[in-house]
C-alpha cells in the first residue's frame, strides 16, 4: 500500500462542479496528494481519468443536489445532474468511509502530487502519468487489496 499518512492534513478546501449547482466543502483531514485508478469502471465512469484524493466524511459539506450511480454492492458515484460534473466515490457500507474526491473540482488541489496508480495494466494507451510514483496491476491491487477495504470498483 501507499503510504499516504505523511500527506494527510488539516484544513479547508473548496471544490464545485462545471455548472456551480453542487459545492463541496472539506473542513478538516483530508490527504493532500492524488491517486489515478485505470479500471475500466473508472474509465468508463470519468470518461478518460480517474484521480481523486481522500477526505473524512466528518470533515466534507455538500451542498446542491447531487446524482447517485450505485456501481456496486458497496460503492457509489456520484455526479451533478445538472452539468454531468463527476463528484466522488464512496464506499457506502461503512459509514466512516473517506470521500474520495475528483481531483478536478478543487483549484488547489492541481498543486497535489501524484502518489499511487492502480490498475496500471488497463491504462489506455493516451494516458501515461510521468513521475516516481506507486504503479500497480490489477492483479497485484486484486491480491492485497480486499474490495471492503479498497475502492473499486
Ligand atoms: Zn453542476
Ligand atoms: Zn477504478
Given at each position: 500500500m501507499t503510504d499516504l499518512t505523511r500527506y494527510e492534513r488539516q484544513g479547508r478546501l473548496?471544490?464545485?462542479?462545471?455548472?456551480?449547482?453542487?459545492?463541496?466543502?472539506?473542513?478538516?483531514?483530508?490527504?493532500?496528494?492524488?491517486?489515478?485508478?485505470?479500471?475500466?469502471?473508472?474509465q468508463q465512469w470519468s470518461g478518460a481519468l480517474y484521480a481523486t484524493f481522500d477526505a473524512k466524511a466528518d470533515a466534507v459539506t455538500v451542498t446542491g443536489e447531487v446524482g447517485r450511480y450505485r456501481s456496486s454492492e458497496h460503492a457509489e458515484r456520484t455526479f451533478c445532474p445538472t452539468c454531468g460534473a463527476h463528484l466522488w466515490y464512496r464506499n457506502v457500507t461503512r459509514e466512516a468511509a473517506d470521500y474520495e474526491l475528483m481531483a478536478g473540482l478543487f483549484r488547489e488541489a492541481a498543486g497535489f502530487p501524484l502518489v499511487s496508480e492502480i490498475y496500471v495494466d488497463q491504462a489506455p494507451d493516451y494516458v501515461s502519468l510521468a513521475g516516481d510514483h506507486s504503479r500497480r496491476t490489477a492483479a497485484d491491487y486484486e491480491s492485497r487489496t480486499t474490495f471492503v477495504e479498497g475502492d473499486d470498483p
Open positions: 473548496q471544490g464545485r462542479c462545471l455548472c456551480g449547482a453542487v459545492t463541496i466543502d472539506v473542513d478538516g483531514g483530508h490527504v493532500a496528494a492524488v491517486g489515478a485508478c485505470h479500471c475500466y469502471i473508472c
